[in-house]
């Protein structure tokens, strides 16, 4: 038997940005859907976007009314948004209400309505708007096994009238498993909002799309004047070439921590620089960016606890110019303190800065401070987000330096008061030593992924003339804890005597 | 009819006399306006459902009472379409030849400037359109200032 080809399947352009990606490229065209979740989440939205995406003179678009909200109030608003195009309502989008039969719960005669409007019209996108089972079966005396089999009918004429189709629906969290609707579906697509503390927490989860490798978990919304906006678990960077490792080694800019590192950091890592307030994090990724752009490497700063034109003057002081780059393109200032938004919208933004310029390097400017920046309600997925941005990127050849401020303890070596070494290829620990009523400043490379270091504690400096690695602490134990005292007692308290 | 508008005024008239033109014998502003009502209610009953269109109107005719306090014997009936309940009182009234503060102009001019103000001056011409599909109803026309 000779291998037959395939059935393509069309794939439509959203109209929603990251929700082509979410979906594995698009949506199946003829596909029969349901859009689900509870009120205020952002279905009809979310409907309304794609129909105005894809309706045209020819494949026009039927949004039928049934249990939804009132025609008026809800194109009020939906006009609000971008996306709405008025010379679309002319020859491409029809609205019509079928609220009437529907509330005399006559399933029949909104199914013939229905396949009426379509029959007369051949659209390309329907939409039915909307059903709430709870009350449907309370208000109408039909059983759930009627609204099935219309809903069943429904999916059946409309796929072979060639349309793709959208009911939009509200069904309880625990009627989301199991309910015998959702198996006549070919994609579900679940919204959920959540209050948390002060911020509103929106979410979207495919949790089927028959015949696309659609991305699965559950992906951030954000709704503003453009309409829906989706920000994948992935950042945008599916589609993107793995960059295969390769031995190169980058400089981070200073020479003599270049050689305590086996001659710079691996491309294509991730590095963290953690220590207390005021020991040069910062600096360190300054330095870092500026050694990239001085050999063609454009770079990305996504700062936290300043603002760009403060970390400028900043860095100026120690002699890094990083104006010039970014006023001619080769290097992007990220400043994001939105306090409410979610991780993965701030790491799209991040993302999006090294997809723009091409980055190879790229500093994130504090981990603290990022996360301060976030809602209370998305710091539990911080980690995890964070885990996967940097990996997604890192895959693309990007080195990456995450600066992380410590506590500075005096009993003790932490690494961050995070738990974030598993984000890390190699990390710089700063910390501040108590040598004769003097706080010095201590550098030490804690750990190399698949390379030998340097395993000694080295005086750093930073004057305006920028950092400088001195020697290595001699003669002292306990520097780890920051309090040393000589090993020697007969040699006195300093290794330089 | 202090909150109708001006180009909303201008529509109202058009649908008016474009009413007047198939009804020679109608000899009341009232009537005209009923006659609109009843063209607009296809599209806007298909559009918003018979309640959305009944609620619509009901708005438009209250507003309308506010103006004029004879449109206090007129009222919508469950079928959505507007009744004279003491038809003496309204009928017989001349149509003047451009329609200065008539009755039927002041209801007409509220329900559209609802609709304006509901789903848009664009969305609004397309249901007038398909109320009228013989006419033309120009989009490019000023934008429709909607107060409050």
């Known amino acids: 038997m000779s291998k037959q080809k395939k059935v393509i399947i069309r794939k439509l352009a959203t109209g ?129 096994g009627e609204l099935q089999a219309f809903v069943q009918k429904l999916a059946l004429y409309l796929a072979s009238w060639q349309a793709t189709t959208f009911l939009i629906a509200e069904y309880s969290d625990s009627e989301i498993q199991n309910h015998p609707i959702f198996t006549v579906a070919d994609g579900l697509f679940w919204l959920y909002q959540k209050v948390e503390r002060n911020s509103i927490v929106r979410k979207m989860q495919i949790m089927k799309l028959r015949g696309q490798a659609s991305i699965p978990g559950i992906h951030t919304i954000r709704l503003n004047e453009s309409g829906m906006q989706i920000f994948p678990r992935t950042f945008g960077l599916t589609n993107t070439e793995s960059h295969n490792p390769a ?53 990305v700063i996504a700062v936290f606890e300043e603002t760009p034109d403060s970390y400028l003057r900043h860095v100026s002081q120690i002699g890094i110019d990083l104006a010039g780059p970014r006023k001619d393109g080769r290097l992007q200032i990220i400043y994001l303190r939105p306090l409410d938004l979610s991780v993965d ?95 010095r400043k201590l550098l030490a490379i804690v750990k190399m992924r698949g390379s030998e270091h340097s395993s000694e504690m080295y005086e750093y400096s930073i004057s305006a003339s920028g950092i400088k690695i001195e020697k290595p602490f001699k003669n002292y134990r306990g520097l780890i804890s920051g309090i040393p005292s000589p090993w020697d007692p007969t040699r006195g308290p300093d290794e330089e005597k | 009819m202090n909150n109708a508008l001006h180009s909303v005024q201008d529509i109202t008239y058009r649908l008016l006399r474009i009413e007047k033109s198939s009804r020679a014998d109608c000899d009341s502003d009232i009537r005209l306006a009923i006659y609109v009502c009843a063209k607009l209610q296809v599209p806007l009953t298909r559009f918003a459902g018979p309640v959305g269109y009944s609620t619509l109107l009901s708005r438009a005719l209250a507003l309308s009472c506010a103006d004029n306090t004879r449109f ?20 017989g009234q001349p149509i003047s030849t451009n329609l200065p503060n008539d009755e039927g102009a002041i209801l007409i001019a509220h329900l559209l400037a609802l609709l304006a103000t509901f789903v848009g001056e664009h969305l609004m011409l397309t249901l007038l359109s398909d109320a009228w599909p013989d006419e033309s109803f120009d989009r490019d026309a000023p934008a429709i200032e909607v107060k409050s």
Request: one cysteine or more; glycine letters at 10%.
């Open chain 1, 16 to 144: 929603v940005q990251g929700l082509d990606e979410v979906c594995g490229g698009g949506l199946p065209e003829y596909s029969f859907n349901i859009i689900g979740g509870s009120p205020g989440c952002g279905k009809t939205t979310l409907a309304h976007q794609i129909m105005f995406a894809n309706a045209t003179p020819e494949k026009p678009a039927l949004f039928f009314t049934i249990l939804g909200e009132p025609a008026f109030k809800m194109l009020r608003y939906q006009q609000q948004y971008d996306f709405f195009d008025h010379e679309k309502l002319k020859s491409c989008i029809r609205f019509i209400n079928l609220s009437k039969l529907a509330l005399e719960g006559d399933l029949d005669a909104v199914l013939n309505e229905i396949v009426k409007e379509v029959a007369a019209t051949s659209p390309g996108l329907v939409i039915v708007d909307s059903f709430r089972t709870m009350n449907w079966n309370a208000q109408s005396g039909n059983s759930s």
């Open chain 2, 72 to 91: 206090q014997d007129m009222f919508i009936s469950p079928d959505g379409i507007l009744v004279i309940s003491e038809p003496t009182s309204l009928q």
């Open chain 1, 345 to 439: 919208e701030t790491l799209h933004e991040v993302a999006e800065a090294v997809k723009r310029v091409g980055a190879k390097r790229i500093v994130i400017d504090s981990l603290a401070g990022f996360e301060m920046a976030l809602a209370p309600g998305f710091r539990f997925d911080f980690r995890e987000s964070l885990y996967r941005m940097i990996r997604s990127l890192t895959k693309l050849g990007v080195t990456v330096l995450s600066t992380v401020e410590t506590q500075e303890k005096f009993d003790s070596f932490g690494l961050s008061n995070y738990n974030i070494s598993f984000l890390s290829d190699s990390i710089i620990r700063l910390r501040y030593v108590s040598i004769r009523g003097r706080l």
């Open chain 1, 247 to 299: 031995p190169n080694r980058i400089s981070l800019g200073i020479p003599e921590l270049d050689a305590l590192m086996g001659g710079g950091v691996h491309e294509g890592n991730s590095l963290i620089v953690s220590g207390p307030s005021g020991a040069g994090k910062s600096i360190l990724g300054a330095y870092f960016i500026a050694e990239g752009l001085r050999v063609g490497e454009a770079g």
